[in-house]
C-alpha cells in the first residue's frame, strides 16, 4: 500500500512540477513565470519527496525528508520576494493585463523602448570608457608612484 502511495505521490509532484516548467516557459512577464516557478515548484518538489519518504520509509528518510520541506518553505518565498522586487526596482516590463499594485509604493527605472535598457544604464553608457593609451602605465605614459606601503614595481 506505501508503495502505492508513494508511486502516486512521485507522480502527482512530477506532474505538478511539468505544469510550474510549462508556465515559466508560457508565461508572459518576469512575475508570473517567477510565481509558476515557486509555488508550483515548491508544492511539487513537496510531494515529490513526501513520495520519496513513503517509498525509502525509515526515520532517517523521514528526518530528511522533513528538513528539505521546511527548507524549500523558508528559503523560496525569501528568495522569491528578493528577486521580484529586484526585477520591479529594476524595470522589468508588465504583463499589460496585469495591475501595476507598487506604483508610487516602490521607486521604479524605465525601460526605453528603443534599445531595452534602463535609463541610467543608457545615462552611462553615453559616459565615453577610457583609452589605454590615457591610462598610467600605459606605454609612453608615466605610471603612477606608488602608495605608502607599496613597493615599487612590485606586482599586485
Sequence with gaps: MTEILA???????????????????????????????????????GLMLVGAGFAFGGGDAWLRVGLIVLFLLVTVPISSHALGRAAYIG????????????????????????????????QAAAIPAPTIG????????????????????AAP
Design 7 to 45: 508511486a502516486l505521490l512521485l507522480v502527482l509532484g512530477g506532474a505538478i512540477s511539468l505544469i510550474a516548467a510549462i508556465g515559466v516557459a508560457r508565461l508572459p512577464d518576469a512575475f508570473l513565470r517567477m510565481h509558476a516557478a515557486t509555488k508550483a515548484g515548491v508544492v511539487g518538489a
Design 91 to 122: 524595470g522589468a516590463p508588465l504583463w499589460p493585463g496585469s495591475k501595476d499594485a507598487l506604483a508610487g509604493v516602490l521607486p521604479r527605472q524605465s525601460i526605453d523602448e528603443d534599445d531595452g535598457l534602463p535609463v541610467p544604464a543608457k
Design 134 to 153: 590615457a591610462m598610467p602605465g600605459a606605454p609612453g605614459r608615466p605610471a603612477q608612484p606608488a602608495g605608502p606601503g607599496e613597493a615599487h614595481g
